[in-house]
């Protein structure tokens, strides 16, 4: 293969990685994070308790979690054709994506927001806040280095599973190593795709680092 | 009912208002269920006087952490009336009870301050709660700083701050309402004695310059003695004696009380002397005498006197002179012959005087 086919096949391959981690990481985040608040808050004596919801959704939370991605993949196929009107491709690869993320998102949310001192949602109680005011200006203020750190890790999480997603013909970089490097024994692409692969994570992961250390104020020197 | 008296340095300040500030009644207090429940409060009756500065004082464990939280309704009562201002506290749902907490400000051990906001921001949030604008914000903020010493301190955040200017950013925050009431947990038990001087002057400084209402809690003597003008001792969930400070401290009744006092007020006995004590006396032993000084008798010569009276045979083995709720008050351990005839003219000598003395026991 010559270089300028593999970097095009990378490129292509990289924007189709890209574009399914992004989809699926908002959106999953999106929808993570009022459950991941819900389970940090609804148990008894808490917040907003709703001791048997709370259990309820933890227990959707830990099945969904428990289901090794691949199964999820062909499990939820009808739902994917339902949504996009095809199971395979890019677009069909961001509904199991987005809906693996959804309670890994959540559950990370839940433990930084378990993590806040409990002290402070005292005091704020004791200021007359309401309970949706001590989420919004403690809770989420509180966890917000640990939420995005979680987001990151998510993200990163996404980018290993979206290789998987090649199963149903989901493309990306890791689709892109199974079929020219292992099938058609291409080593050379294979390392390319390992190389992009670990500069991306990298990547994200610095990034993530470095805006939750901006966000972090617990820890500055005087 | 016992009701504290609203005496000396701690009278009304407002004619009318001579009702209390908070007023338990027949308060109760059980955790768990009714088979094995938890009794934290048994039957508190206790009154906190306006413009006062009231402390609560126990062991951990005491339920006085519980009792202060039954005033702004972080703890609820399993019986008996919590009364703040003429408000009964239980009575109140939940957007009553929040209007309260407006009005109470509340100061913690460990000033649970938001990591994430500056100083300048963690005095505002009662503020945003409430309500205000940023303007509004801004023009109660800047001067609350500068009351509590930090106004040079705005965008620090709590981590570039010492654990005194913590607590000074939480008191700044307490007041930041206007409460009439302030509730302090504790608020100097994460701190180091000569913090704890300077928070405790603040707080003085705060009740006689806006003369706001505090209602503290430790388990420090040295807190209560030096602010407190009334004091109430809690152990196992009930008041086991409560008045002016400086009753308490000079004449404790309880055996809690004396207990906590023993670390402060100078009347520990060495180990060796206390080792030695007989209760009766036997044929050459010396008597030891705790005398204490304190109002008419605090600036007499008396103990010279006493020397003269009694001949030159008295030995002096402990003493000690502090400030108690700003009055002096001293004590003096002694010990003298335990003959007839010294008895005789001691006892003389303290029916003259008015000197306070209880006889600790006698020594070889």
Redesign the interface.
Known sequence: MSPEMLFDLLWKSLLQTLHMVAVSGLVGSLVGLPIGIFLATSGRNELFPAPALNRAVGLVVNAARSTPFIILVVAIIPLTRLLTGTSIGTSAAIVPLTIATVPFFARLVEAAIRDV?K??I?????????PM?IVF??LL??A?PAILLAFTMTIVSLIGYSAMVGAVGGGGLGDLGIRYGYQRFMPEVMLAVVVVLIVLVQLVQSAGDALARR?D?????? | MTLSTAAGSAAPQEGVASAPMVLFEGISKRFGDDANAFVALDGIDMAVDRGAITGIIGRSGAGKSTLIRLVNGLEKASAGRVVVDGTEVGGLNDAGLRSLRREIGMIFQHFNLLSSRTAFDNIALPLEIAGFGAADIKAKVGPLLDLVGLGDKAERYPSELSGGQKQRVGIARALATSPKLLLSDEATSALDPETTQSILALLKQINADLGLTVLLITHEMEVVKTIATHVAVIDRGRIVEQGPTFGIFTAPQHETTRILLASTVGTNLPEWLRSGLKPEPSAGDRVLVRLTFFGATAFQPLTAQLVTEIGGSVNILAGAIEEIAGDPFGTLVVAYPATPDILDRANRFYAATGLATEVLGYVA
């Not at chain 1, 005292?122 to 309401?130: L, P, Q, V, Y």
């Not at chain 1, 104020?217 to 005087?222: A, E, G, T, Y």
């Open positions: 001192d002290g402070l005292e005091a704020a109680r004791a200021m007359g806040a309401t005011q200006k403690v203020a509180e917000r966000f104020k617990r820890n500055r020197k005087s």
